[in-house]
């Protein structure tokens, strides 16, 4: 698992055949377009998939200034959203009619509303080892025509990275219980099973 920012964009580099950079900031192509595209490249790979380590919650208090026409509440996200994932009311109850405008919740259920939202977390330390994958895939395919001048290669490691994601979706959704018991298909609607 890559403890470090420069681990995850040296082990992209590597995959493009590249040359390992030291930091950042140390004058060289590879480096500079790291740093130009790390926090993009991050908060994208974060948002494209509920991440157990960059999961968190919240209570959400009302703002005062009601919304302007069709919501009866307003509420501020936290400053380090990213992607909502649940929203529930008082009584633990899921609110499914909702909208995200401009870092705010509109919706029509009383303060305090609860979120389960992805969160924008900068530490790697923190990453589980596919997110480490995922990154440097994405990384690899962002970075693969501004090195290599190949759109080949970047297609080839964009496809690494929805591959990535999807094993992440196969491992993490085993990490959890399943938000719903309810029915899903005509069967079980049918008969009532829960």
Known sequence: MATSIIEICNNALLDLGEDVIMSLGDGTKAASLCNHRWAAVRDAV????????????????????????????????????????RVVGQDGSPITDWEIQGGVVFCNEEAPIFISYVRRETDPK??????????????????????SGSTSLAQSYWQVYQDK??????????????????????????????
């Open 46 to 85: 974060l948002r494209a998939h509920p991440w157990n380590c960059a999961m968190s919650q919240a209570e959400l208090a009302a703002a005062s200034a009601a919304p302007l026409w069709k919501w009866e509440f307003r509420y501020t996200l936290p400053t380090d959203f990213l992607r909502v994932v």
């Open 126 to 147: 923190k990453y589980d080892a596919l997110l480490d994958e995922a990154l440097s895939a994405r990384l690899a395919a962002t970075l693969a025509y501004p090195l």
């Open 165 to 194: 994601l999807v094993e992440a979706r196969g491992v993490d959704s085993r990490e959890g219980v399943p938000d719903s018991l309810a029915p899903t298909g005509w069967l079980g609607a049918k008969t009532g099973r829960r």
